[in-house]
């Protein structure tokens, strides 16, 4: 008997990072931890921006037969604003195929010496988006 399933999905996410803030040497009361305590020639501001955008879409198909072989197919293609527009789409292919050992044998109670035994073999290709265009001002 064969058994199917099938996921479509889609995933959209957005990551903003802003920070300001503001380093300084030299204090002018060492046991003061302030910034109007510090020298004002020594003060340097620092703002850091970071923007990116992923639109994720995904599928899976999985296949059951007679509940001893199993084949299950992936794809993912990202799109993300970290990379070059003209390589801003990543696609991420993956299988799996599995079977259940002791079913094929005829022992679904799973009892005796060799009560379970499932081999499995996968491939995937996988990846990760650079880190953001950063703004040090």
């Known amino acids: 008997k064969l058994q199917s399933s099938l996921v479509v999905g889609q995933n959209l996410n957005l990551r903003q990072v802003r920070i300001n803030q503001v ?7 060492p046991s003061l931890f302030n910034l109007n305590n ?3 020639t020594n003060l340097t501001p620092q703002a850091f921006q970071s923007n990116v955008n992923i639109a994720g879409y995904f599928s899976e198909l999985k296949l059951d037969y007679g509940d001893f072989l199993y084949l299950s197919g992936r794809f993912r293609a990202d799109q993300s604003s970290a990379f070059s527009r003209e390589n801003r789409t990543g696609y991420f292919p993956g299988v799996s195929l599995a079977m259940n050992v002791t079913n094929l044998l005829g022992n679904r109670n799973q009892t005796g010496l060799l009560s379970y035994l499932k081999v499995r073999g996968t491939y995937g290709q996988v990846g990760r988006s650079p880190d953001p265009y950063e703004i040090l001002t």
């Open 38 to 40: 510090m020298i004002s």
């Open 23 to 29: 380093k300084g040497l030299g204090f002018v009361d």
